[in-house]
């Protein structure tokens, strides 16, 4: 996610408010290991953590004191709600909706060419009003309108049912979605009398599709967000998860894991971090449903995969889902080129740990006529997701597992969070209504201070469905919190630091492990991990502490030398006490007997 270009104003205004080789990876963890000692949260990235042995624990205390974590407040199975009766099938169905808005007004005289608008700059106001109202396409700089549609933005769902236990998990094509809005699609009509337990909810963080943050409107003092719009997606979620759940049939299942690399074990004719220290996981995950009775049919691929989508770049101004509409085409119809057979049904994408730059920056991505792809524009943006699609249909046929329906089980816990914000331009957002969301713990006729700092509500969730475990990031997870810095392999050939770069991080002072995703592969029976990212809520980068540093004079308004970027757009220092230490809590623990 990048800053608008005119950040530096906002922050003014917070001071005056304040008065990608084949599959080299490190070996997963045994998947037989006996987890059962793992189930407290690790003191010092979970502070405050409160009990966790289970309760129906909020985010403060009768005092009003923020609880950053006090435990799950439901998991399935063994809450009354979800006892566990039934005939032990998995059924699976999916759904999907468009969000594709209609454009009334898009055209306007480009004259400095930046594809950006300028109030100086004429449009054609098909309505009369006197304002642009245009659709602001979120991800790069203000005022970007959107000038026409090139593919279809969707949400998409998949549901899940194991004995009573009924689980959701919709994913939609935006840059971000906070908890509110998820929120206000959990309480849709649409979805009451479905005997769902839990819906989860994600953004694919797509950089071409419409601001449904706030932060990308047409000046750095007014909002992206189109109200009508935010309602629309919301009803959009509802629909979509209202179909998987009503299409829910018998199910099987096939997964494969593996990280698209070419011969030489290099990730950049796909993917690439371009953040000291260069960790990252490429790995893809295609997990296959199919009809328990007609096992040539598909029911639903589920799919992550970890890479910013804006291979488009910023200077496209068409609606469009990235790479994540091809990799979703492709793996559902194929490629004819090819002769590659798609597998039908419906496709949903989930992003991973792409924090810290993991995306386009520095790839060699093939076109379709074998030549590289360097600049970004849609061309790049379809080569890669074709790319990435092709790789996934060919390992699954190759090397997918078929899961024996004796492993076939459905599971979750889910906690609520509470994370501080430091980050004084995102108080100037929510103070001035570029964010549509609650602050807590202030008083906002008070400075903003050491003794009224602002506070949000957050969530955290594990799912497991079968032998695939993961857990939710409310935001962009780094990849040094879930693969770690220790195994050089995860650099994928390349120097872990550049040379003589300021302000390096000290690897010496890196967490050590266990990491994040081999805590999920602690968890009976999981077999396949992966970090469902920007899912329950949006707070930005969630950045490790070992390497956080910001500007000593202007912090969050400039970024010190060297790769530091991503902290200044992160709730603050305690992103990873905050935001990670409940995401590796949650996977920790355990419901007691």
Same mark, same amino acid.
Not at 276 to 299: G, K, N, S
């Given at each position: 996610?990048?800053?608008?270009?005119?950040?530096?104003?906002?922050?003014?205004?917070? !001071?005056?408010?304040?008065?990608?080789? #084949?599959?080299?990876?490190?070996?997963?963890?045994?998947?037989?290991?006996?987890?059962?000692?793992?189930? %407290?949260?690790?003191?010092?990235?979970?502070?405050?953590?409160?009990?966790?042995?289970?309760?129906?624990?909020?985010?403060?205390?009768? /005092?009003?004191?923020?609880?950053?974590?006090?435990?799950?407040?439901?998991?399935?199975?063994?809450?009354?709600?979800?006892?566990?009766?039934?005939?032990?099938?998995?059924?699976?169905?999916?759904?999907?909706?468009?969000?594709?808005?209609?454009?009334?007004?898009?055209?306007?005289?480009?004259?400095?060419?930046?594809?950006?608008?300028?109030?100086? #700059?004429?449009?054609?106001?098909?309505?009369?009003?006197?304002?642009?109202?245009?659709?602001?396409?979120?991800?790069?700089?203000? %005022?970007?309108?959107?000038?026409?549609?090139?593919?279809?933005?969707?949400?998409?769902?998949?549901?899940?049912?194991?004995?009573?236990?009924?689980?959701?998990?919709?994913?939609?094509?935006?840059?971000?979605?906070?908890? =509110?809005?998820?929120?206000?699609?959990?309480?849709?009509?649409?979805?009451?009398?479905?005997?769902?337990?839990?819906?989860?909810?994600?953004?694919?963080?797509?950089?071409?599709?419409?601001?449904?943050?706030?932060?990308?409107?047409?000046?750095?003092?007014?909002?992206?967000?189109?109200?009508?719009?935010?309602?629309?997606?919301?009803?959009?979620?509802?629909?979509?998860?209202?179909?998987?759940?009503?299409?829910?049939?018998?199910?099987?299942?096939?997964?494969?894991?593996?990280?698209?690399?070419? !011969?030489?074990?290099?990730?950049?004719?796909?993917?690439?971090?371009?953040?000291?220290?260069?960790?990252?996981?490429?790995?893809?995950?295609?997990?296959?449903?199919?009809?328990?009775?007609?096992?040539?049919?598909?029911? %639903?691929?589920?799919?992550?995969?970890?890479?910013?989508?804006?291979?488009?770049?910023?200077?496209?101004?068409?609606?469009?889902?990235?790479?994540?509409?091809?990799?979703?085409?492709?793996?559902?119809?194929?490629?004819?080129?090819?002769?590659?057979?798609?597998?039908?049904?419906?496709?949903?994408?989930?992003?991973?740990?792409?924090?810290?730059?993991?995306?386009?920056?520095?790839?060699?991505?093939?076109?379709?006529?074998?030549?590289?792809?360097? =600049? !970004?524009?849609?061309?790049?943006?379809? !080569?890669?997701?074709?790319?990435?699609?092709?790789?996934?249909?060919?390992?699954?046929?190759?090397?997918?597992?078929?899961?024996?329906?004796?492993?076939?089980?459905?599971?979750?816990?889910?906690?609520?969070?509470?994370?501080?914000?430091?980050?004084?331009?995102?108080?100037?957002?929510?103070?001035?209504?570029?964010?549509?969301?609650?602050?807590?713990?202030?008083?906002?006729?008070?400075?903003?201070?050491? /003794?009224?700092?602002?506070?949000?509500?957050?969530?955290?969730?594990?799912?497991?469905?079968?032998?695939?475990? /993961?857990?939710?990031?409310?935001?962009?997870?780094?990849?040094?919190?879930?693969?770690?810095?220790?195994?050089?392999?995860?650099?994928?050939?390349?120097?872990?630091?550049?040379?003589?770069?300021?302000?390096?991080?000290?690897?010496?002072?890196?967490?050590?492990?266990?990491?994040?995703?081999?805590?999920?592969?602690?968890?009976?029976?999981?077999?396949?991990?992966?970090?469902?990212?920007? /899912?329950?809520?949006?707070?930005?980068?969630?950045?490790?502490?070992?390497?956080?540093?910001?500007?000593?004079?202007?912090?969050?308004?400039?970024?010190?030398?060297?790769?530091?970027? #991503? #902290?200044?757009?992160?709730?603050?220092?305690?992103?990873?006490?905050?935001?990670?230490?409940?995401?590796?809590?949650?996977?920790?623990?355990?419901?007691?007997?």
């Amino acid at each position: 996610m990048k800053y608008p270009g005119s950040w530096a104003s906002v922050v003014a205004l917070a !001071a005056v408010l304040a008065g990608c080789k #084949e599959d080299p990876a490190p070996a997963p963890v045994d998947a037989g290991f006996d987890a059962g000692a793992v189930d %407290a949260p690790s003191v010092d990235v979970a502070l405050d953590a409160g009990s966790d042995a289970g309760s129906d624990a909020g985010v403060a205390t009768d /005092t009003g004191r923020p609880v950053p974590y006090g435990g799950p407040d439901d998991w399935c199975p063994g809450r009354d709600h979800c006892r566990g009766a039934g005939d032990n099938r998995l059924l699976v169905g999916a759904g999907r909706a468009s969000i594709t808005p209609t454009l009334v007004e898009s055209e306007f005289d480009d004259r400095n060419g930046d594809h950006e608008w300028q109030r100086n #700059e004429p449009f054609t106001d098909v309505n009369g009003n006197g304002r642009f109202d245009a659709f602001w396409m979120a991800g790069f700089g203000n %005022a970007r309108a959107a000038r026409g549609v090139h593919d279809e933005l969707e949400v998409r769902a998949i549901a899940f049912r194991y004995n009573d236990t009924t689980v959701a998990f919709a994913v939609l094509d935006a840059v971000g979605y906070f908890i =509110n809005d998820m929120d206000a699609a959990r309480a849709d009509p649409a979805l009451a009398g479905l005997d769902v337990d839990r819906v989860i909810i994600g953004s694919t963080h797509v950089h071409e599709g419409v601001d449904t943050v706030g932060l990308w409107g047409p000046s750095a003092s007014q909002t992206g967000l189109n109200r009508e719009y935010q309602t629309l997606t919301q009803q959009r979620i509802a629909q979509a998860v209202r179909q998987a759940v009503m299409a829910l049939r018998p199910a099987r299942m096939r997964v494969v894991q593996a990280a698209p690399t070419d !011969a030489m074990g290099d990730t950049r004719g796909y993917v690439n971090d371009t953040r000291d220290p260069v960790i990252y996981d490429p790995t893809i995950t295609v997990v296959r449903f199919t009809d328990a009775e007609r096992p040539d049919t598909t029911l %639903a691929t589920w799919i992550n995969w970890s890479s910013h989508p804006e291979y488009a770049g910023s200077r496209n101004d068409q609606l469009s889902a990235d790479y994540v509409h091809w990799l979703r085409d492709v793996t559902e119809r194929g490629d004819a080129s090819l002769g590659l057979a798609g597998l039908g049904g419906t496709t949903v994408f989930v992003n991973g740990a792409l924090g810290g730059q993991v995306g386009p920056g520095g790839t060699r991505v093939p076109g379709a006529d074998g030549m590289v792809v360097n =600049n !970004a524009g849609l061309a790049k943006a379809e !080569a890669a997701g074709r790319n990435i699609a092709r790789f996934a249909l060919e390992r699954l046929a190759r090397d997918g597992v078929d899961v024996p329906a004796s492993e076939l089980s459905l599971s979750y816990r889910t906690a609520p969070i509470a994370a501080q914000v430091e980050n004084i331009g995102y108080h100037a957002y929510y103070l001035t209504n570029v964010f549509a969301r609650e602050l807590l713990y202030f008083d906002p006729s008070l400075p903003f201070d050491e /003794t009224n700092v602002p506070w949000v509500r957050s969530r955290v969730t594990y799912l497991q469905v079968g032998p695939v475990g /993961t857990v939710t990031a409310p935001g962009e997870l780094h990849p040094d919190l879930w693969v770690g810095t220790r195994d050089t392999r995860w650099s994928w050939g390349q120097p872990p630091l550049t040379p003589m770069q300021p302000n390096a991080p000290d690897l010496s002072t890196a967490p050590a492990p266990p990491y994040l995703r081999d805590l999920v592969l602690m968890n009976p029976g999981v077999r396949y991990a992966f970090v469902s990212g920007l /899912t329950e809520d949006f707070l930005g980068y969630i950045v490790p502490t070992y390497n956080f540093l910001l500007d000593p004079v202007t912090p969050y308004l400039n970024e010190p030398a060297g790769d530091h970027y #991503e #902290e200044t757009n992160s709730i603050g220092p305690g992103s990873q006490r905050y935001l990670y230490g409940p995401m590796e809590a949650i996977v920790r623990w355990r419901p007691q007997p």
